[in-house]
Each structure stands twice: as C-alpha cells, then as structure tokens.
C-alpha cells in the first residue's frame, strides 16, 4: 500500500477534535500516501477556520457551506453572512458544501422545511459561483436527489442511502462518496460494490466514521481502498488512481 496515492474527498480537520495534534495529524496522512484532502466547512465558523487552514497547507482545499444539523440557532442575517462569506473566498474554493438535509433526529414538519428552504438557498448559491455542490443527505436521499436533479455538478458525501437512489444519481453524471464507515457497514458495502468506477469517491468524514476504535482521521481512508478495492475485484492501486481522477475531475483540482 504504500505506492498508493489518495485523496479524502471529506474531512473536518478544523473541528476541535483535532485541536491538539492537526498538524501530527496531517503528518501521518501525507506520510501514507494521502496526497490532498478536502476540508468542508458547516457553518460560519467552521467556513472561517477551514479557509485559515487551506491558506496554510496547500495540500488542502475548501469547500465551504451549511450543514442541516447547524440549523438550530441560525438565523436569516446569519445566512445572509454566510453566504456573502462563501461569495467571497468563490476564488479560493473548489465547492460549496456540505449542504442538504437530514431527517435521521428531526421530526418536526417546520424543522424540515427550514431545511428544504436553507438547502434550496446553498443549491442556488452553488450554481451562481458555479461549483460543484457537496450534499449531505440522511434518510433523505430520494428527496435531496429530488431537488438537485437539474443541477450540473454534485457529490453525495457519505452517500447511506437505496441501491435504487444512488443509481438514479449515477444515471444523472452525479458523484457518490462512500466514507470510512464502509469498513463495519453491509448496507454500506453493497452500494460501494455498484457506484459506477468513474463516478466513485472516497473520504474519511473525520473525525466521524472511523473504521477503527476512536477518532478518524484521513490516513484511515487506506482501510476503504483496501475493503472496496477488494469488494470489486480491483487491485488497491487501481481503486485508488480511480478515485483520484474522479476527484479531481469533479472539483477540478
């Protein structure tokens, strides 16, 4: 494995799980062959922080947006900032994103439909700066589907949705990123053995999802190269330069 090259198509290495050793961190990763990573921004201080981090490490790029779990306490003023802030680093990153929906807590009807309405702002936003639109979707995939269908360029990150879903979304040119979760999901597995070769993404979601005990982190994204290589009859080498090209294919990078 180690003339393996990969990029974590989606990471958080600006969260405070990270505060005490980002730099070892990202180390570790570059030293086992993890070339790039993507660092997603959820909110405005989390787009703040990720935008002083890829200004600090070249191997890094933003992407920046509005996660449906920050909703909580977010007003309009707060949206209208957030998105004057992404509009303003447009220049400096390569999507917007994380965006989207998820129902997995929410169960109020209102919740949801702040959701739909924020999600529609940050798909509209994507297509004004025209980059590609980074979707988180839980228990949703069918409907965030839904929504962007008419859009040019989207990655489902930590894509957990139907077979039936992600092949509507493959149909469409779309790109699916399968996270580190993949290494202790069966569900998980079966889509990664079927998302077509030029439309599949790997990331760690760090520092969620590990595939191993405590935190994640994107040198762990080797052990889905492995499981997923493995899974579709593939050399680790060959998945890995796959997922490379799809990556920078979609971002450009």
Do not use: W
């Not at 005990?213 to 889905?224: I, K, M, T, W």
């Amino acid at each position: 494995m180690n003339s393996v090259s990969v990029i974590d198509a989606h990471c958080h290495l600006d969260f405070k799980h990270f505060s005490k050793d980002r730099a070892a961190v990202m180390d570790r990763a570059r030293s086992a062959g993890i070339v790039e990573m993507i660092n997603s921004g959820v909110d405005l201080p989390t787009n703040r922080r990720t935008m002083e981090l890829v200004r600090q490490y070249p191997f890094l790029h933003a992407t920046l947006g509005l996660s449906p779990n920050s909703l909580e306490r977010f007003s309009n003023r707060d949206m209208s900032e957030l998105k004057d802030f992404i509009r303003s680093q447009a220049d400096d990153i390569i999507g917007v994103g994380e965006a989207g929906l998820d129902y997995y807590r929410v169960t109020d009807p209102a919740l949801r439909a702040r959701q739909v309405s924020v999600f529609q702002q940050m798909i509209d936003l994507a297509a004004e700066l025209d980059k590609p639109l980074v979707i988180h979707a839980r228990d949703t995939e069918e409907q965030a589907f839904q929504m962007v269908k008419d859009q040019k360029k989207v990655v489902f990150h930590c894509y957990s949705g139907s077979l039936a879903t992600m092949k509507q979304i493959a149909d469409k040119g779309f790109y699916i990123s399968i996270a580190t979760v993949v290494c202790r999901s069966v569900p998980h597995q079966a889509v990664a053995r079927q998302v077509p070769i030029d439309q599949l993404l790997i990331e760690t979601d760090s520092p969620f999802l590990s595939p191993r005990r405590g935190r994640n982190e994107p040198a762990f994204v080797l052990d889905s190269v492995q499981l997923i290589a493995r899974l579709r009859g593939m050399t680790p080498e060959a998945l890995a330069d796959a997922t490379v090209r799809n990556t920078r294919r979609i971002y450009g990078i």
